[in-house]
């Protein structure tokens, strides 16, 4: 069957346009690796020109000053390049850090200042443009500083535990392995957590029932008797290895012990049962998992804090406690903030770092409601909220400086998260342009934003129609539950208020017919050893009974109870964001970046998967050999990139050439991972939120796409 391209990314949800362009805003002067020649090319005396990047460089070179990729044939027969020449550089195979950077810097186009064509934007001297923190830029430097005392976070690396790793328990990969140096900090960090235990936050439910399923160590007092797996997570780490190692499948030979594919039972014989089925008078409101993203600062969680106060989700006596403790901090105006950001470190540090679930009702929507992290290190933490969106609300600081930096392509993270939806399939978002106060709430502020973010969200192909735009103050409370009382914002804007907008969204439609599937985003332990599996079903339906089996373990057991909202419940059907309390299973087997699926159609767990993606504006090169970050659901491994198998046409999607030697930006193509561990997974084609990947990189997502084959060593 011809695929189709990017066209074919449309089948991912609609996903991508024949003619989608990641970034329309820059130049276009990325190198096309399209032709890369078997052969140097000695482009100028005194240059050697790169076969894989085409650049030319000085002769004195032995390895590509861009790409790092080794001079061949070497210069004077063959001579071998030492070990010297190349120190630093051709760690990775095919590819250097250095090189790396150096494309990166190479695409670095500075960002869109649009200050000059509003020279004439007035603005109160009192209103003029702030960063509660302190300036964006030197916030970013705090965190990637390596000698920064105020953040220990360290690069990624594959051979230890990455920032991401320490705070994103849902996330916690399950790569161990040979690595004792990693065994040992984790029986280390083990310890702590342990005494830490109180730090996950379904024990802290109470405050608009919020509780986060990543969560850090915090230094609260131990007042549950409950842990998540937030604290569990490295003994989780080694059991899922162990399960993975382990798992037996009679008869296999050793590569075929790496891949577990579904059973041959069809999906199409599955025959829902009638409680399974929606009863549309018992339950008039229908449910909506929104997930609240944007760049860093942009009042994501004070929005959200806002919000749940408004709606009588955070009492008053909550609130003025918050405001009391924020104050004694000397952090005032992070009061709202910190209904969301429950951990010391979120609160010290002021920035969110996993992703917090509240819940409210709104007229129509059962509303879950999925506080994101903003920082560019905790992007992962982001996904994995946004795989369960159905609808989002991307917020935008509009200070000016704020909104330029958070748009930048390479230093913000609004556009990052925004094809993170988008990858992910979601198709409605409500765009918060916050912050209004700072400006003035002026209209041209408002629909400068509007123009310029607007034209990057239609090249993602969100539809104008599925976008709505909200101007609004979380901090002055304008147009959040009503329409704004401030005149400087009603003289010009009669839209929808926030709630409102959350309100006409459309809750999508759900695939409670199928059998049963929730991709587990964390797991809760009591002290009597029970142990709940969190997530959000997203397909099918269970209720107290209901046999279960939990992969990749293959354990079955039965649902005890479930909790919806810190609630009982009765069922829970796709959709549902809930805690479901197993019996009959091996507590060590239930894990973040399992699945929880139904007995008789356990999903696929595969080592190595044939990848259709689309690599992002601004991304270094995937090389053969390249090793990436692979995210599906809530499961993070190590990849490398073992074939590139075709590069496609973005408006066909036809194959174009086969076995390329390097994929750049915004060029798709067909390729093959091989994971270190073996993840659970779907084709895209067999279910949308198994079968969506991301490949990251360096901090940065590289390339996002879908799984088009699970691959069986023979
Ligand atoms: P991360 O989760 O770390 O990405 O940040 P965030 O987007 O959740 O931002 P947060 O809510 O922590 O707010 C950051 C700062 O912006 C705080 O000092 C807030 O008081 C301030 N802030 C948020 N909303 C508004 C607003 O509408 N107006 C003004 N003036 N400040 C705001
Ligand atoms: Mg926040």
């Not at 030197?138 to 705070?167: E, G, Q, R, T």
């Not at 079955?556 to 009959?584: F, H, M, P, W, Y």
Request: hydrophobic residues 35%; glycine residues 8%; proline residues 4%.
């Amino acid at each position: 069957m011809p695929r189709k391209g990017l066209s074919n990314f449309d089948d991912y949800d609609d996903g991508f346009d024949d003619d989608y362009d990641y970034d329309v805003d820059v130049e276009d002067d990325e190198h096309e690796a399209d032709e890369p020649e078997e052969e140097l090319v000695i482009a100028k005396r005194g240059l050697w020109r790169c076969a894989i990047c085409t650049y030319d460089n000085d002769e004195s070179m032995h390895v590509c000053d861009i790409c790092g990729v080794i001079r061949h044939p070497v210069p004077g027969g063959n001579k071998t390049i030492s070990n010297s020449a190349v120190e630093g550089r051709c760690k990775e195979p095919m590819v250097s850090k250095l090189a790396k950077s150096l494309f990166e810097s190479n695409s670095l186009k500075k960002g869109v200042l649009y200050q000059p064509e509003h020279k004439n934007l007035v603005l109160a001297q009192g209103a003029l443009p702030r960063i509660s923190r302190g300036n964006i830029h030197d916030l970013h430097k705090a965190f990637s500083s390596k000698n920064s005392s105020v953040s220990s976070i360290a690069p990624f690396k594959f051979d230890a535990p990455s920032p991401d790793d320490l705070v994103s328990n849902g996330l916690k990969s399950s790569r161990t392995g040979p690595k004792d140096s990693m065994k040992n900090k984790e029986k280390q960090d083990s310890a702590e957590h342990n005494q830490t235990s109180s730090q996950g936050r379904h024990d802290n439910v109470g405050v608009g029932g919020i509780q986060s399923f990543k969560s850090l160590p915090k230094a609260k007092a131990d007042k549950s008797k409950e842990t998540s797996s937030s604290s569990k997570n490295m003994e989780v780490s080694e059991s899922l290895t162990s399960t993975m190692n382990n798992m037996s499948l009679t008869g296999e030979t050793e590569t075929s012990r790496d891949v577990k594919i579904r059973s041959a039972k069809s999906k199409s014989n599955h025959k829902p049962e009638e409680w399974m089925m929606l009863d549309k008078e018992s339950d008039a409101l229908s449910q909506l998992n929104l997930a609240i993203v944007g760049h860093v600062d942009s009042g994501k969680s004070t929005l959200s804090g806002r919000l749940l106060h408004l709606l009588g989700r955070i009492s008053q006596k909550q609130m003025h406690k918050f405001e009391k403790e924020a104050k004694s901090q000397g952090k005032g105006s992070f009061a709202y903030a910190w209904a969301l950001d429950e951990s010391a470190e979120e609160r010290e540090r002021g920035i969110t770092m996993t992703v917090a679930v509240a819940y409210f009702n709104s007229k129509r929507h059962h509303v879950v409601l999925l506080d994101s992290p903003g920082h560019k290190d905790f992007v992962p933490n982001m996904i994995a909220g946004a795989t369960q969106a159905d609808a989002a609300i991307l917020v935008i600081d509009a200070s000016i400086g704020a909104f330029e930096a958070g748009f930048d392509n390479l230093k913000g993270q609004t556009r990052e998260h925004a094809r993170v939806l988008r990858g992910f399939g979601v198709e409605q978002v409500i765009v918060a342009v916050n912050k209004m106060d700072i400006v003035g709430y002026s209209k041209e502020r408002f629909e400068l934003i509007k123009q310029h973010v607007g034209s990057f969200l239609h090249s993602c192909r969100f539809k104008e129609s599925s976008l709505t735009w909200i101007p609004l103050s979380a901090m002055e409370n304008q147009n959040l539950v009503s329409a704004p009382s401030e005149s400087r914002l009603s003289s010009w804007y009669q839209g929808p208020c926030l709630l409102d907008a959350v309100d006409s969204v459309k809750s999508p439609d759900r695939d409670i017919s199928k059998p049963l599937l929730m991709p587990i985003c964390d797991v809760v332990r009591s002290s009597s050893g029970q142990v709940s599996a969190c997530g959000k079903l997203e397909a099918g339906a269970v209720r107290s009974g209901s046999k279960v089996m939990v992969m990749p373990s293959g354990d079955q057991g039965t649902v005890k109870s479930l909790e919806r909202d810190s609630q009982g419940c009765s069922i829970a059907r796709a959709g549902d964001n809930v805690a479901i309390a197993l019996q009959g299973i091996d507590a060590n087997q239930v894990m973040a970046g399992g699945v929880l699926c139904h007995p008789d159609y356990p999903v696929s767990v595969a080592t190595r998967l044939e990848l259709m993606v689309l690599v992002l504006e601004g991304a270094t090169p995937i090389l053969l050999g390249s090793q990436l970050e692979f995210h599906v659901h809530h499961a993070k491994e190590a990849a490398t990139v073992v074939k590139l198998v075709a590069m496609l046409d973005p408006k066909t999607g036809e194959a174009t050439k086969k076995s390329p030697r390097c994929l750049t930006a915004k060029q798709s193509a067909m390729l093959e991972v091989s994971l270190q561990y073996p993840v659970c997974v779907e084709t895209f084609s067999e279910s949308r939120a198994l079968g969506r990947v991301f490949l990251r990189s360096s901090g940065r997502t590289v390339a996002m796409g879908k799984v088009t084959r699970i691959i069986q060593d023979s």
